[in-house]
Each structure stands twice: as C-alpha cells, then as structure tokens.
C-alpha cells in the first residue's frame, strides 16, 4: 500500500514546466510528503520533501494544498535529463522508516 | 566524498544457485536498507539495518533471502537457491540517524539475472 495516487506517465516540451500531481487523501498529520526519481538505470536521487509548507530547492518546487490531501511537483524549466520516473512518497519523519515506492509517474520531456 | 556503492553491478546465474550482493554505505550512515525493483515496478523494501538493533527483516520475501551488516559498514544480501522471479535490480540505500529528514542516499544497483 504505497499510499499515494499518480499518473502514469506524463510528457512535457523540453523547457516548459512539467507539474507532477500526486494525491494522498489518506495523509496522517506527521506525515511527509517526499518526492524521489529515478532516472533509467540509476538509483532513485532525492529531489525534495515537505510537511505543509509549499517548498522550493534548486531542482524542483513542491505545492501542498491546504488539506494536504495532494501535492504538485514542479520542475521549472525541463531538460531531456529530467526524463525519469518520478515517486511521491509519504512518511513519518522517522529515520528507521523504510520508504514506499508506488509505480510512479514516467516523465518524458520531448524536444 | 563517495556515494553508496554496490557490486557487482550485473550478476547473471543459474537457477538454484546462491548469490551474494554486496553493499558499501556512506561512511557515517547508520541505517542501511535493501530494496527490490522487478522491471517496469516501483521499489519494494526487503530489509532495514540500523547500528547494532535487530534489523527489520518484515519485507524479506522467503527464507531464502538473508542479509547480514557488519557494525556500520558492509552489508551482503544473500539469495539462495535462486528462482527465476528473483530477477531485479537491488538496491542498497542508507542513511544519517540524524538526519532532519532522513534522506536516503540510493547506490547504483545491482541487476541481477537467474536463468
């Protein structure tokens, strides 16, 4: 039970901005909302995670709306190596907590 | 400084026999995890190690899977009598205890192939 719902693929114009959904209407109050790709034949990479607060790093924005019941994962401005699969994970904030990959969402930026 | 790295990175064996599947963690990362990834799935947690606690062995599939961790170092996953559908890419995982958000840092993998 990966506890989250996305799509499975999406495609993107390279250069646009690639906004990938993720819903998790069962989300617990402690619960964080994480996000991880990877891309063919590597391991997952850490892209960014948040509680409630919309946040924002050098690779990606995450919107959480104000139920936290889903989120968004922003990439700005996609490049043909942001094509990956992409998985929003949720969980307590515990480092003994193993993480839940669903299938996640297959991005392909297209030239 | 280095990452975490796994070997080897493809293993190709015959149905039946055992294999072994080393990890080497971030120096300093005290939890170490193995996870699962048959082609075209997302990943399924198999074990979690952290310091000298009893691991969580809750995702190991059958008997035949084990794993062992030396302190806060080296861990193997051993397959025996390997199965055709123990065909996937593991991967090794670890992490900071004190990490604020417990990132887990992913290795490479290693695919491994039963015929």
């Known amino acids: 039970d990966a506890k989250t719902t996305q799509p499975p693929s999406m495609d993107c114009a390279e250069g646009r901005a690639a906004n990938l959904p993720c819903n998790h209407s069962?989300?617990?109050?402690?619960?964080?909302v994480y996000w991880y790709r990877q891309i063919h034949s590597q391991g997952p990479q850490y892209i960014i995670h948040?509680?409630?607060n919309n946040e924002t790093n050098e690779m990606a924005s995450l919107i959480i709306t104000e139920d936290r019941k889903s989120s968004t994962l922003i990439l700005p401005h996609a490049t043909l190596r942001d094509t990956a699969v992409y998985y929003c994970?949720?969980?307590?904030?515990?480092?003994?907590?193993?993480?839940?990959f669903g299938p996640g969402t297959r991005l392909s930026v297209l030239p | 400084g280095a990452g975490v790295s796994q070997s080897p990175s493809n293993k190709v064996t015959e149905k039946g026999k055992d294999v072994e599947l080393r990890c080497d963690p971030i120096?300093?990362?005290?939890?170490l995890y193995w996870y699962r990834q048959r082609l075209g799935q997302g990943l399924e947690f198999l074990i979690y190690?952290?310091?000298?606690?009893?691991?969580?062995k809750s995702g190991l599939p059958s008997d035949r899977f084990s794993a062992e961790r030396t302190g806060e170092s080296v861990s193997t996953l051993t397959i025996q009598r390997t199965q055709q559908e123990d065909s996937a890419v593991y991967l090794c995982?670890?992490?900071?205890?004190?990490?604020?958000?417990?990132?887990?840092?992913f290795g490479p993998g290693t695919r491994l192939t039963v015929l």
């Open positions: 948040g509680l409630k």
């Open positions: 190690f952290q310091g000298n606690s009893a691991p969580d």
């Open positions: 994970i949720v969980r307590v904030e515990d480092y003994g907590q193993n993480f839940v």
């Open positions: 120096s300093g990362h005290t939890a």
């Open positions: 069962t989300i617990s109050g402690n619960e964080y």
């Open positions: 995982a670890s992490s900071w205890k004190s990490s604020s958000y417990n990132e887990q840092f």
